[in-house]
């Protein structure tokens, strides 16, 4: 593989969660669609209480909106995850090992479905796919140099910065987001902020021609001793 084709992977990576919206419903539908030939995914976190700060594009407007995200996990990687701030604060999802559910605000029952092999975490930022592929991707050298330091969530983290071509840039995105991307020039560069022991991926950013457009960033990370049933 070239390192080339691995940041263009990396890319898709990142530009596919920004495309599902990390909506919940179509999080569901894309992770349970072939349940019956899922294979098991060994999950990344277990026994973790995790909050995390989201900014994205609006579905509805030209602007950024920020979300901030609960999750708790058990020791199987089964987990809880909750809006806490933010639009859509108090809507959550909850995946038992058997069923994947989601509820609103009111915690009303959405949506309901058979998932005991597929889902392997509420986001891709939390799994182990993804995090082990941006660590693979940094250890080969296809990010290039540690551009800085950063503290987050307590953790001490490497920041690494890859600049990708204007051709990166949907043509969807200029015409729904003009403040954030241009017809003709868009110099777009992604930021990924890996912890210092290279054990997982503390945060990842997109920006267009300076301009932050997308990012997700650990603000807790706490190790659970006990796990409530009834979270579940």
Not at 126 to 141: T, V
Not at 208 to 216: H, P, W
Request: hydrophobic share 35%; proline share 4%.
């Amino acid at each position: 593989m070239t390192k080339r084709t691995s940041t263009w992977i990396a890319v898709a990576i990142v530009a596919m969660a920004i495309l599902l919206a990390y909506n919940f419903y179509l999080l569901n539908k894309t992770q349970t669609a072939n349940e019956d030939k899922a294979a098991p995914v060994k999950p990344f976190y277990t026994m973790s209480r995790i909050q995390y700060v989201e900014k994205k594009l609006s579905t509805t407007e030209d602007a950024l909106e920020t979300r901030t995200y609960e999750v708790v996990f058990d020791d199987k990687g089964h987990f809880r995850t909750e809006v806490i701030d933010g639009p859509s604060k108090g809507t959550m999802a909850i995946w038992d090992g058997k069923m994947f559910r989601e509820y609103d605000a009111d915690g009303k029952l959405l949506n309901e479905t058979k998932a005991s092999k597929s889902v392997s975490a509420p986001r891709p930022f939390l799994s182990r796919g993804f995090n082990e592929q941006i660590i693979k991707f940094i250890e080969n050298g296809d990010f290039g140099q540690v551009e800085g330091e950063a503290d987050i969530a307590g953790n001490a983290a490497d920041v690494y910065v890859k600049k990708e071509p204007s051709s990166t840039v949907p043509k969807e995105w200029i015409k729904q987001y003009p403040s954030f991307f241009d017809k003709e020039d868009n110099a777009e560069e992604a930021t990924y902020y890996v912890a210092s022991d290279r054990s997982k991926v503390l945060g990842a950013e997109s920006r267009n021609n300076g301009k932050l457009f997308y990012s997700v960033k650990m603000k807790k990370i706490e190790t659970l001793d006990t796990f409530d049933p009834d979270w579940l």
